[in-house]
């Protein structure tokens, strides 16, 4: 028994032993007897996944019952896609038949969802839902588990039939991801400052992921997305985009990123009921903001900065010092109550901005090193 794998640069630890595995199928396996012994009920499998555990299943159930299976999929890299797809279409003799699905692992309860999309005009004479492996804590489907044969945390894991990109599918044993600690920064700055500049370095450095609020709104908007679209309403009648709306968009921008080891957040939050939002959500991902970090320079640095750049950059807003001026006092006021939130937790940095773009870059480095 191998105490770690290594599949793609992942290191995963050794979590669940091949017979406490065989153990958990056997109980599923009685369980489903005892409930089906006068019926011939008919299995269906979900590929790839559920094919170690549909044959040690088979092997365990003492009475007449058929197998057939259906290929689904929403996985890319370590985490859901959210969209569900259907790459092998359902078999026609489930009329009037007892249905018991066998899955490998219930998560959030998409696929599951889209399984009784499925089977709701197939007529079916009752539907059931059994699982090898079960992450309560996340399941959040309106359709009860029948049954399951061990409940695990929500940790990432191979064998068994469970893959990370289609490798690790043939391991006897379950291996969980050793994933090490995000980091998850909040970049603040006034305009001019650099933030753009150094989050560009410190993505590349931590391998973080880079989330613009302005950047995502854009994406959103340009492309017509359901939550481009809302935003878009919202503006066009002169109105302020809720935050639910936004939080929504930076979550879709998490959930695409899973491999990521961080987030650099910028532009966002502004506020304290938006600090306190991105905060709840990062909780249900089991993450959390570690550092808010400032870079600091004077404003008459800061105004010939923006200054030069305007004549490069052609924009209005940096052309005219009277409506630079106006966006520090800005970014001020805003920025007041967010350093008082971020420094009652301990999480409130400031760095000089004023140096060479490497000397500012080692200056931020050191903040996340030490975090």
């Known amino acids: 028994m191998e105490q770690s794998v290594t599949i793609y640069g992942k290191r995963f630890n050794h979590f669940i032993p091949e017979s406490e595995i065989l153990r958990a199928v056997e109980k599923v ?41 259906v290929k689904l999929s ?25 249905v018991i699905i066998l899955e490998d692992i219930v998560d959030t309860g998409r696929t599951l969802q889209e399984l ?33 044969g061990l409940e695990i ?40 400052a650099g933030k753009g500049t150094q989050a560009a370095f410190l993505k590349e450095k931590y391998d973080l992921k880079h989330i613009s609020t302005g950047d995502v709104f854009r994406y ?22 809720p935050d639910e709306v936004t939080i929504r968009m930076l979550q879709e921008e998490v959930e695409k990123n899973p491999e990521a080891a961080g987030f650099i957040f910028d532009g966002f939050p502004r506020t304290v009921a938006q600090a306190e939002a991105l905060d709840d959500f990062l909780r249900t991902k089991d993450m959390q903001i570690d550092a808010t970090i400032a870079l600091e320079a004077s404003d008459d640095v800061l105004l010939e900065r923006l200054l030069e750049r305007g004549k490069v950059s052609g924009r209005s807003d940096d052309q005219d010092p009277e409506k630079i001026k106006n966006r ?18 301990d999480k409130f940095y400031s760095v000089n901005g004023i140096g060479e773009i490497q000397e500012i870059t080692d200056r931020l480095a050191g903040v996340i090193e030490s975090l």
């Open 220 to 241: 959103n908007i340009k492309n017509g997305t359901e939550l481009g679209n809302l935003a878009k309403s919202y503006i066009d009648k002169g109105d302020l985009v």
């Open 29 to 69: 396996a009685a369980e489903i007897a005892e409930d089906y012994r006068d019926a011939v009920p008919v299995f269906v499998g979900v590929l790839n996944g559920a094919y170690m555990f549909v044959s040690d299943f088979m092997k365990h159930y003492p009475h007449p019952c058929e197998l057939t299976f």
């Open 116 to 148: 009784v999309h499925l089977f709701a005009n197939k007529n079916v004479k009752d539907f059931r839902i059994a699982t090898l492996f079960y992450k309560s804590e996340i399941y959040n489907g309106e359709y009860p588990i029948d049954y399951f």
């Open 153 to 192: 945390p929500d940790k990432f894991i191979v064998g068994y039939g469970l893959d990370y990109k289609e490798q690790g599918r043939n391991l006897r044993d379950i291996y969980q991801l050793n994933k090490p600690p995000m980091i998850n920064l909040v970049l603040f700055g006034k305009p001019g």
């Open 328 to 345: 520090f006092r800005e970014y001020n006021e805003k920025t007041a109550p967010l350093k008082s939130y971020y420094e009652e937790q």
């Open 74 to 98: 929403s996985y890319r890299g370590l985490t859901s896609t959210g969209i569900v797809e259907t790459l092998l279409d359902l078999p026609e003799q489930v009329e009037g038949r007892h």
